[in-house]
């Protein structure tokens, strides 16, 4: 229906916007952001996030959170590349 479809288009805007965003910012700085932005915009929209997607953010913010209390100065963008690396999804070549 007319809502669902205006919904979608709100999501994606936002994962637009996010995107559009990403290529200006240092990625990791903003990442809990990004999070949060996506989150609160698929529940606002209704849309269900893959369940991987979610685990794996949640983890990388704990990690985030962790590796900020122990060094704040941390190269957490680059430790945690070599872990997004082993996903399935970056083992296919989906991202």
Do not use: K
């Given at each position: 229906?007319?809502?669902?479809?205006?919904?979608?288009?709100?999501?994606?805007?936002?994962?637009?916007?996010i995107?559009?965003?990403?290529?200006?910012?240092?990625?990791?700085?903003?990442?809990?952001?990004?999070a949060?932005?996506?989150?609160?915009?698929?529940?606002?929209?209704?849309?269900?996030?893959?369940?991987?997607?979610?685990?794996?953010?949640?983890?990388?913010?704990?990690?985030?959170?962790?590796?900020?209390?122990?060094?704040?100065?941390?190269?957490?963008?680059?430790?945690?590349?070599?872990w997004?690396?082993?996903?399935?999804?970056?083992?296919?070549g989906?991202?």
């Open positions: 229906d007319g809502d669902w479809a205006e919904a979608q288009d709100r999501f994606c805007a936002c994962l637009s916007a995107t559009s965003r990403s290529e200006e910012e240092e990625f990791f700085t903003m990442y809990s952001e990004y949060t932005r996506i989150f609160g915009e698929a529940e606002r929209c209704r849309v269900a996030l893959e369940g991987y997607f979610v685990s794996t953010a949640v983890a990388i913010r704990v990690m985030e959170g962790l590796a900020n209390s122990l060094d704040p100065h941390a190269p957490i963008g680059q430790m945690a590349l070599r997004i690396g082993t996903s399935p999804y970056a083992v296919a989906l991202i």
